[in-house]
Every structure is written in C-alpha cells, then in structure tokens.
C-alpha cells in the first residue's frame, strides 16, 4: 500500500487554508491529515453568492456546517468564511447574508445549531440581520437562495441560471445546463414574483432597510430575467440568435433599466473602483440582445 504524499511545512506564523466551496467537500479527510502532520489550520468555506445571482443556500448550509464540525474535530485554529465576486460580482450584499449568519452559528455554536436548515435560518436572519418584525424578509432571502436547485442542472461553484447572462455565445439546454426546462424556469419566475409581492412595504428596524429592500427587488429581477432569456432560447435551438428581434427588444430594455439599477445600488455600499468592471458584464450581454449576436470568445472585459 502506497503512503500518501507528506504535507510540504510552512512557516508557523502562516497557518495552512484549508479552502472547499461545495457541500462535499473533503474538510474531514483533509483536516485530519493537517492535524495529523502538526500543521496549523484554519477552515475556509464560502458562503456560496458568487456565480450564482442569488446565492445557493443548501448548499452553503452543508458547505459551513461540514467545514465546523471538521475544524472543531481537528483542532483548526479558525474558520474563515469567504465571499468572492467571480465574474463581475453580480449578486446584490443580502445574497451573502445566509453565508454570514451560517458562519457565525456554526462557528462559535456548532453542536446548538447542528440541525440548522433554511427555514430555521431564514427566521435567525430576520431576528438577528433583519430585524424585520413582519417575519417575511428573512423567507424572501431564503428562497431566492434557492432557486438554483428548482432546475435540474446543478454545475458546481455556480448556479445554472446565472450562465446564459454570464456569457451569453453558451447555448441553452447544452452542456451545463443540460435538462433545463420551461417549466421549471416558469416555476422560478413564479417564486421570484411571489418573494417580491410578499416584501411589498417592508417593516425592517434596521436604518438601511429601504437599500436592503431595493437590493432584494433587484434580485429578483435579476433572476426573473435570466428566466425569460433561458425560456425563449429553449423555444428556438438553444442560441440567443434564435430569438425573434422584438423579443431581444424586450430583454434588452428589461436590461438597461436593472443596469442602472445596479450602478445606483452598487455605489450605495462599494467605492466607485470596480463598478465599471462589473457593468460590463451587463453592457455586454445589453449589446448581445441588441444585435442578436455572441462573441464566441467573449470571458469577460479583461479577455
């Protein structure tokens, strides 16, 4: 039997990441090995925003949860949640909040919060984030964190309905979205209208509760619109040049207003550096609509 390969020392002052974003990820097998070489650690899981337009929950949950109880069982010296900005950090702040909140239960009380599932969450946000005395906020976050998994394609580190915006020459129902369907994009945008209706006239103590309010309706929006650019390819062979010109005539004016949207809700939180960056993403796929073409080689502002 073959020994595994000895764990390269660093420098003591610099403790080893261990970084895993999925919900299987290795964390156990992987911090044992740490521990067992008298390795320092700490554990990084991530709170699963990025890629994904409105986050995915579940698998955050099992993500951070596995990341504690390994790191606690191991001895790690901390846990780390990350939050990263893939690809134009397209998802609005209330996106990370499940991440954040997962993180701090699981972290400083893990065996209290060993049963914690989304609709637990959902109302430790709206007590603790929130402080929303209607009760709906917290739900609202924690069902478009859940859209991802209303589709059948579940391609790791992302959420299937971000990809066709993302980059807009991939065709839809191929590849990584294989198995989507109109039903299921109809259900979503069902979801996102009713999360919507449901806030309506929020009641958040909190002093940002209108952004958070504005920031929750832009999501949905968001999501919503990837749901009818996925439809109407599904309905022709798959490619953004398959729609009729006033349906990219619809979707591109559905889009210049989200995209002012998110330049004003950006500059509510962030510094002006990296707004342009990341309305590319959006300018570009604006000028897909408008021409009905794709660049094929199109990765980003910076390829």
Request: hydrophobic content about 40%; overall charge negative.
């Amino acid at each position: 039997m073959t020994s595994p390969p000895s764990i390269p020392t660093c420098s003591p002052s610099f403790p080893t990441c261990e970084w895993g974003y999925e919900d299987n990820h290795p964390f156990a097998e992987r911090t044992a090995r740490l521990a067992d070489a008298g390795v320092d650690f700490w554990v990084c899981p991530g709170t699963s925003s990025w890629l994904s337009l409105a986050g995915r929950v579940d698998n955050m949950l099992g993500n951070i949860a596995a990341a504690a109880r390994a790191g606690v069982a191991d001895g790690a010296g901390g846990l780390l949640v990350t939050d990263w900005g893939d690809m134009g950090h397209l998802q609005q702040p209330p996106v990370s909040d499940p991440g954040f909140a997962a993180a701090a239960a699981f972290g400083w009380c893990g065996d209290a919060h060993a049963d914690l599932d989304a609709t637990e969450l959902a109302v430790l946000l709206d007590v603790h984030c929130y402080e929303d005395t209607a009760g709906r906020v917290g739900a609202g976050v924690v069902a478009l964190g859940q859209a991802c998994r209303m589709v059948a394609p579940r391609p790791p580190n992302m959420s299937a309905l971000a990809l066709h915006l993302l980059l807009p020459q991939w065709r839809v129902g191929r590849a990584l979205t294989e198995g989507l369907t109109v039903a299921d994009l109809d259900a979503v945008e069902s979801m996102t209208t009713q999360v919507r209706d449901a806030l309506g006239h929020h009641t958040m103590q909190r002093p940002d509760g209108d952004v958070v309010h504005d920031e929750l309706g832009a999501t949905a929006g968001l999501v919503a619109l990837a749901c009818r650019d996925a439809r109407l390819r599904l309905e022709g062979d798959g490619t953004l040049a398959s729609l009729t010109v006033s349906s990219r005539a619809a979707l591109a004016g559905e889009l210049e207003d989200y995209l002012a949207r998110h330049r004003r809700l950006w500059l509510e939180r962030f510094r002006p550096g990296g707004l342009d960056d990341s309305a590319a993403w959006l300018e570009h796929l604006l000028g897909c609509y408008r021409t009905g073409e794709a660049d094929p080689t199109w990765f980003g502002p910076f390829g």
